[in-house]
């Protein structure tokens, strides 16, 4: 398990392949009526999209962006784990893991790990510093793939080697929203000898209590925002591989898979560059296909849907984080209580589903202000 010094430098003929791959590739046709993106990605947008990647986007200096904090590869079982690892300020920093989703990557952090471990920078107390690790999932941007699927229990006990096996951390925190938060959860349920507490901007996936009348109606709306908006992760989950191949294959299939979900999912209200920025999303975007990473990530779903989680209450504290334009609203705290300990419920008044990327300020703020009783 030994940690190696991580840069990222693509070699420039993987950049002038997918280059030719953007530049060649068709962009169909919308049915008369679309407006508003109402069959999904604006056909339009994404010709936008294309022009401003090959004229305007420049990917070393994403690179140089990327490179700003310290990196490292480090082989945990059969995976090479990349890891930002960020010490903080103050006398006695937390250790805390901060995990992606997708189709995020670790550049929904790169705003608030500097935020998160030197608040003195950002007007903040030097002693509430903590220490960031900010690592790519298997299969995702820089980690290497896995042989085949895994899921967030897996990966769990993979943090839980990285954080105290590799960093020799005895106890540490995690934080996540969407796999993230499903990787918070399994540490927190399965690994707490050695995760002190746990915070989340996502719940799902919990055995909910549903006798109450608000439990009822909260999953009936699941149910509904399910067919309405779920068939993705149906495909994902059950026939990754279909999918996977088409979307590796084409640079902007997968942009147009993504793009969607950014504007779906987040409070741009409809303006995906007012939020993001065509490089910001671009960046991540590259993430997965410099190092054909598109078919790896979804696997994901597949591992998620094999994996058979104990049916037993986390008892570590837990926080939770509540962003207003999160599509996947949370269950009512009573439920989420019985299946959670929850010592800590926010509600913020901006951001949605990628919450460290939207609203960098508040997030880093909550997640400081939970974390600061473990320091």
Same mark, same amino acid.
């Given at each position: 398990?030994?940690?190696?010094?991580?840069?990222?430098?693509?070699?420039?003929?993987?950049?002038?392949?997918?280059?030719?791959?953007?530049?060649?590739?068709?962009?169909?046709?919308?049915?008369?009526?679309?407006?508003?993106?109402?069959?999904?990605?604006?056909?339009?947008?994404?010709?936008?999209?294309?022009?401003?990647?090959?004229?305007?986007?420049?990917?070393?200096?994403?690179?140089?962006?990327?490179?700003?904090?310290?990196?490292?590869?480090?082989?945990?079982?059969?995976?090479?784990?990349?890891?930002?690892?960020?010490?903080?300020?103050?006398?006695?920093?937390?250790?805390?893991?901060?995990?992606?989703?997708?189709?995020?990557?670790?550049?929904?952090?790169?705003?608030?790990?500097?935020?998160?471990?030197?608040?003195?920078?950002?007007?903040?107390?030097?002693?509430?510093?903590?220490?960031?690790?900010?690592?790519?999932?298997?299969?995702?941007?820089?980690?290497?793939?896995?042989?085949?699927?895994?899921?967030?229990?897996?990966?769990?006990?993979?943090?839980?080697?990285?954080?105290?096996?590799?960093?020799?951390?005895?106890?540490?925190?995690?934080?996540?929203?969407?796999?993230?938060?499903?990787?918070?959860?399994?540490?927190?349920?399965?690994?707490?000898?050695?995760?002190?507490?746990?915070?989340?901007?996502?719940?799902?996936?919990?055995?909910?209590?549903?006798?109450?009348?608000?439990?009822?109606?909260?999953?009936?709306?699941?149910?509904?925002?399910?067919?309405?908006?779920?068939?993705?992760?149906?495909?994902?989950?059950?026939? $990754?591989?279909?999918?996977?191949? /088409?979307?590796?294959?084409? !640079?902007?299939? *997968? #942009? %147009?898979? &993504?793009?969607?979900?950014?504007?779906?999912?987040?409070?741009?209200?409809?303006?995906?560059?007012?939020?993001?920025?065509?490089?910001?999303?671009?960046?991540?975007?590259?993430?997965?296909?410099?190092?054909?990473?598109?078919?790896?990530?979804?696997?994901?779903?597949?591992?998620?849907?094999?994996?058979?989680?104990?049916?037993?209450?986390?008892?570590?504290?837990?926080?939770?984080?509540?962003?207003?334009?999160?599509?996947?609203?949370?269950?009512?705290?009573?439920?989420?209580?019985?299946?959670?300990?929850?010592?800590?419920?926010?509600?913020? $008044?901006?951001?949605?589903?990628? /919450?460290?990327?939207?609203? !960098?300020?508040? *997030? #880093? %703020?909550? &997640?400081?202000?939970?974390?600061?009783?473990?320091?």
């Amino acid at each position: 398990m030994t940690v190696r010094p991580f840069e990222v430098a693509v070699p420039q003929a993987r950049l002038d392949a997918i280059r030719a791959r953007v530049e060649h590739g068709w962009i169909g046709y919308a049915p008369d009526d679309d407006a508003d993106w109402k069959y999904g990605t604006d056909a339009a947008y994404l010709e936008e999209f294309r022009r401003y990647w090959l004229d305007s986007h420049d990917w070393r200096q994403a690179e140089a962006e990327l490179n700003r904090f310290p990196q490292f590869l480090a082989r945990v079982d059969d995976c090479d784990v990349h890891f930002y690892h960020v010490k903080g300020s103050g006398t006695n920093p937390f250790p805390v893991i901060l995990t992606h989703g997708w189709p995020g990557s670790v550049v929904e952090f790169l705003d608030v790990i500097d935020r998160l471990a030197n608040p003195g920078n950002h007007g903040g107390e030097p002693e509430q510093g903590l220490t960031v690790v900010v690592p790519s999932l298997p299969g995702y941007g820089f980690s290497s793939r896995p042989a085949r699927p895994i899921g967030p229990m897996r990966t769990a006990a993979l943090w839980r080697k990285l954080m105290t096996e590799v960093l020799g951390y005895s106890r540490f925190g995690a934080q996540g929203g969407d796999w993230g938060a499903g990787v918070s959860l399994a540490l927190g349920r399965d690994h707490a000898d050695v995760v002190a507490a746990i915070h989340l901007n996502l719940i799902i996936g919990l055995p909910l209590p549903g006798g109450d009348a608000e439990t009822q109606a909260w999953q009936a709306e699941r149910a509904q925002f399910r067919s309405r908006e779920s068939a993705y992760a149906d495909i994902h989950a059950t026939r $990754p591989q279909t999918i996977a191949l /088409a979307l590796a294959d084409s !640079p902007l299939g *997968f #942009a %147009g898979w &993504v793009l969607e979900k950014c504007r779906a999912w987040s409070d741009c209200h409809g303006d995906l560059d007012r939020r993001f920025g065509k490089d910001r999303l671009l960046t991540n975007i590259m993430t997965y296909l410099v190092n054909d990473a598109v078919g790896s990530a979804i696997w994901m779903y597949h591992g998620s849907r094999a994996e058979t989680p104990p049916q037993r209450r986390v008892e570590v504290p837990t926080g939770f984080a509540a962003f207003p334009a999160e599509p996947f609203t949370p269950p009512p705290r009573r439920a989420v209580q019985a299946a959670l300990n929850i010592v800590r419920w926010n509600e913020l $008044p901006a951001g949605g589903h990628f /919450a460290a990327w939207e609203e !960098p300020e508040l *997030f #880093a %703020g909550e &997640v400081r202000s939970f974390f600061a009783e473990w320091r």
